[in-house]
Every structure is written in structure tokens, then in C-alpha cells.
């Protein structure tokens, strides 16, 4: 009953800029965490940046200096800034959360993910 709405993505130059951003709805009771992961042609989903809701944030070293993570819990979003991009930073890029969810008679924890969105860097 969680949905994750992505915004932005796009084709940009090697050297632009670009910035995503993740919007959660549904039966919501909190979200502990947001953040970002890519997953370019054959390699791995990586985590990108990732923010708590006590403002905890981690970044993958290929990123750090380049790119920003924020939040707004009243919206329930999460936005991506990035900077300086390079042709290796295209990928496929997801937005995670986890969200703390009333089912039923119980109070439970879900990983959600969106559906993704491309952002390729050109050179």
C-alpha cells in the first residue's frame, strides 16, 4: 500500500548536472530511511546515498563531493542533487525506502523500491 514516485532522470553532458527526487505514499506510519541505489549494465545494485529520518547519511565513494542527499519527512520525499556527473555514473538509479507500515492488528517494517529511472551522462 506503499507506493514510491520518482521524478527527474534524464540525458545530460559529462560535467552537468542533474537532480531525482522520491516522493512516498500510501498507509504510512514512518519512514526510518530514504536514499538511493544504480545499477548500470552488468554490474551490481550499489548503493548511492542513503538518509535516516535521525539524519544519518552515507554515500558511495564514487559520489561523495559530487553528489547531495536531503530530505523532507513532511512530504515524505527524498531528493538526489548531483553535480559534475560522468559518463560512468549512468545507470539505472532507485529509490529505496524503509517504511514502518500498521497491517492489520500488527506494526511492520516493508522495503519498498521504485520502478526507476534513467540518467545518462554523455560524453
Known amino acids: 500500500q506503499v507506493q514510491l514516485v520518482e521524478s527527474g532522470g534524464g540525458l545530460v553532458q559529462a560535467g552537468g548536472s542533474l537532480s531525482v527526487s522520491c516522493a512516498a505514499s500510501g498507509s504510512i506510519f514512518s519512514i526510518d530511511a530514504m536514499g538511493w541505489y544504480r545499477q548500470a549494465p552488468g554490474n551490481q545494485r550499489e548503493l548511492v546515498a542513503r538518509?535516516?529520518?535521525?539524519?544519518?547519511?552515507n554515500y558511495a565513494d564514487s559520489v561523495k563531493g559530487r553528489f547531495t542527499i536531503s530530505r523532507d519527512n513532511a512530504k515524505s520525499t527524498v531528493y538526489l542533487q548531483m553535480i559534475s556527473l560522468r559518463p560512468e555514473d549512468t545507470a539505472v538509479y532507485y529509490c529505496?525506502?524503509?517504511?514502518?507500515?500498521?497491517?492489520?492488528?500488527?506494526?511492520?517494517?516493508?522495503?519498498?523500491w521504485g520502478q526507476g529511472t534513467q540518467v545518462t551522462v554523455s560524453s
Open positions: 529505496y525506502a524503509h517504511v514502518i507500515e500498521k497491517v492489520g492488528y500488527s506494526i511492520r517494517s516493508y522495503d519498498y
Open positions: 538518509i535516516t529520518t535521525t539524519g544519518n547519511i
